[in-house]
Nanobody, 126 residues
Framework: QVQLVESGGGSVQSGGSLTLSCVAS????????MGWFRQAPGKERERVAI???????NYDDSVKGRFTISRDNAKNTLILQMVSLKPEDTAMYYC????????????????????WGQGIQVTVSS
């Protein structure tokens, strides 16, 4: 399995920007579908964006046009660039990896079959 460590979170004002990074180790990063998920207090964990092993991407409607997911296979790194942040983006953000066969599957399969980072807090104030 792959081990994941997130960085780059923090606090910003509404309209601000942050970039999250996730460094992978322990397995062949390029072979995984990667995703960013988030969980706000009192809410279920939700998928934010995913990027396949062949670089196809998919975004939740709430972040389309504001967030960009990318990967650098040479550096075993997953990136989430976030602009025009809103208070409702406040959450713990998690990096996850899963085998490509599960890439487009709902969160419950990522939870069962995926590898997860510890999470990093993003706070957006109004």
């Amino acid at each position: 399995q792959v081990q994941l460590v997130e960085s780059g979170g923090g606090s910003v004002q509404s309209g601000g920007s942050l970039t999250l990074s996730c460094v992978a180790s322990g397995d062949t990063f390029s072979g995984y579908c990667m995703g960013w998920f988030r969980q706000a207090p009192g809410k279920e964990r939700e998928r934010v964006a995913i990027i396949g092993s062949k670089f196809s991407t998919n975004y939740d409607d709430s972040v389309k046009g504001r967030f960009t997911i990318s990967r650098d296979n040479a550096k075993n790194t997953l990136i989430l660039q976030m602009v025009s942040l809103k208070p409702e983006d406040t959450a713990m953000y998690y990096c996850a990896a899963i085998r490509p066969i599960y890439c487009g599957e709902p969160y419950r399969l990522w939870a069962e079959f995926g590898s997860w980072g510890q999470g990093i807090q993003v706070t957006v104030s109004s």
